[in-house]
């Protein structure tokens, strides 16, 4: 179970991933890229998160897949609050369908009304480096 201090009772939440470090961290020409965008069916302070009752994808999951000799990306799970009952898909997986290099989730998020909650990353590299 996650549990988030700050976040009441609600009946959806939104989920999202996003790669910063797109194609790599020494040039990030095509970050941010999506990877994913899912709402939850709900978040309850005794139960957690319901993903799969009410739950959907907005963006189909993309799997961490760093290019070789890309190094480590940040892999950046974000969770964010607001009305998600009419949410708009980026028009493409770059930068958030913002088609500016360095632009993404918050653009997204900003123009969706969503604010963040949560937070957390991990590092991932291509296994042949």
């Excluded at 949410?87 to 632009?103: I, V």
Aim: proline content about 8%; glycine content about 12%; hydrophobic content about 30%.
């Amino acid at each position: 179970m996650i549990f988030c201090p700050e976040v009441k009772d609600t009946t959806g939440l939104t989920i999202v991933l996003t790669d910063p470090d797109a194609p790599s961290r020494e040039n990030p020409i095509w970050g941010e890229m999506c990877h994913w965008i899912a709402i939850t069916g709900g978040y309850s302070l005794d139960a957690g998160f319901n993903i799969g009752d009410g739950g959907e994808e907005i963006v189909s999951y993309k799997p961490p897949a760093p290019p070789p000799r890309t190094g480590y990306h940040r892999y950046v799970f974000l969770l964010l609050e607001g009305d998600n009952s009419n949410l708009t898909a980026p028009s493409q997986r770059q930068h958030w369908g913002t088609g500016m290099e360095g632009h993404g989730v918050r653009d997204w998020a900003t123009n969706e009304r969503l604010e963040v909650v949560g937070a957390n990353f991990f590092y991932e590299r291509h296994r042949k480096q």
